[in-house]
């Protein structure tokens, strides 16, 4: 009981995120909601009476949520693109986390700031932040940053993919490839796709959901990482599993989602769910962000962001090119 009163104002947060976004679909919810509690924390200050509500948002909740998104991992869309398109794909997510790794190490950035951001924008944006933050010592402010971060940019694909695409002559096909292969909330890659054409929405959601399907793997490996780096240990003394729980049932919501052929509404349901719970989980996350240590981290992850948002789409292009998807 205690924890309702939380989970009350979060849930009304939750609902203005959702409901500017369905006025406005290019502006995220889950950016909304962190930016909700972050204001809330620092233009008033965040109720006592809410602080238990907030703390169970953050871990359950939010971590319902990922496991949640296994239902957007589709065996389908990644026959659609076949093999070549898949391999495209991995090699896109990769030379983004890596090359963003070492731009961060370049600008001198913390290795956990670097990794949410690389994630943010090589996989599904905030989504992937709040799955891979786990893994990671980042803080709660570095995190935030990082979700306005691949938001900021996001949106700017909106407006700046579309234009390059026709200056280009990408067809249809070519320009949902790219979209879905360069751009980070699904959201923001049905926008960008809509505004070049309606043809290309449907590849550009393919591709989309094809680079969600890498994200269970990335946060093993992570894991196994901290694995090595611990000795197999936690601070406590216990035993760091190989793959998070929320992980394991990540995985095993995507094996139900493809052995199951559910309605279609009924998956958009589960999707929708999924990020209002994410969302309820990172409003929690912004009320713990404190101004003073987000201008501490400065303007350097702003610069890295958008010089890495030029790279990955890119890359991203270049793949598509190459390849003729």
């Known amino acids: 009981m205690k924890k309702l009163p939380g989970l009350a104002l979060i849930a009304g947060l939750v609902v203005i995120a959702f409901g500017i976004c369905q006025w406005q679909s290019a502006i995220s919810p889950l950016a909304l909601s962190v930016a909700f509690g972050f204001l809330v924390a620092n233009l008033w200050q965040w109720p006592t009476w809410a602080k238990e509500g907030s703390t169970f948002a953050s871990k359950r909740v939010l971590r319902t949520g990922v496991v949640l998104l296994g239902a957007q991992v589709s065996v389908t869309a990644l026959r659609a693109i076949g093999i070549k398109g898949f391999l495209a794909i991995i090699i896109v997510v990769a030379l983004t986390i890596f090359g963003i790794l070492a731009l961060s190490k370049f600008f001198n950035l913390s290795d956990d700031l670097g990794m949410l951001i690389a994630c943010g924008f090589a996989i599904c944006g905030a989504s992937a932040i709040a799955a891979v933050r786990p893994q990671t010592k980042a803080t709660e402010e570095e995190t935030s940053y990082a979700i306005g971060l691949v938001s900021l940019c ?21 320009f949902g490839s790219w979209a879905g292969a360069a751009v980070h909330d699904v959201g923001q890659v049905l926008a960008t796709a809509s505004v070049f054409g309606s043809g290309s929405v449907s590849s550009a959601i393919v591709f989309k959901l094809a680079r969600v399907c890498l994200l269970a793997p990335i946060i093993v490996i992570l894991s196994l990482r901290n694995q090595k780096l611990s000795g197999g240990k936690s601070v406590s003394g216990a035993k760091v599993p190989i793959a998070p729980l929320f992980v394991v049932g990540f995985i095993l919501v995507a094996i139900a989602h ?5 309605p279609a509404r009924f998956n958009s349901d589960l999707a929708t769910l999924s990020k209002v719970l994410i969302s ?9 962000v404190r101004w003073a240590a987000i201008r501490k981290i400065g303007h350097k992850p702003l610069v890295m962001g958008l010089f890495a948002w030029a790279v990955v789409a890119g890359v991203a292009l270049g793949a598509v090119k190459l390849t003729g998807l």
Not at 258 to 262: C, Q
Not at 281 to 287: D, K, M, N, R
């Open 154 to 174: 996001g949106t700017l694909s909106i407006f700046v993919l579309p234009v390059i695409g026709h200056a280009i002559h990408l067809t249809d096909r070519a």
């Open 280 to 288: 309820a989980g990172l409003v929690a996350l912004g009320s713990n």
């Open 258 to 262: 493809n052995a199951i052929h559910a």
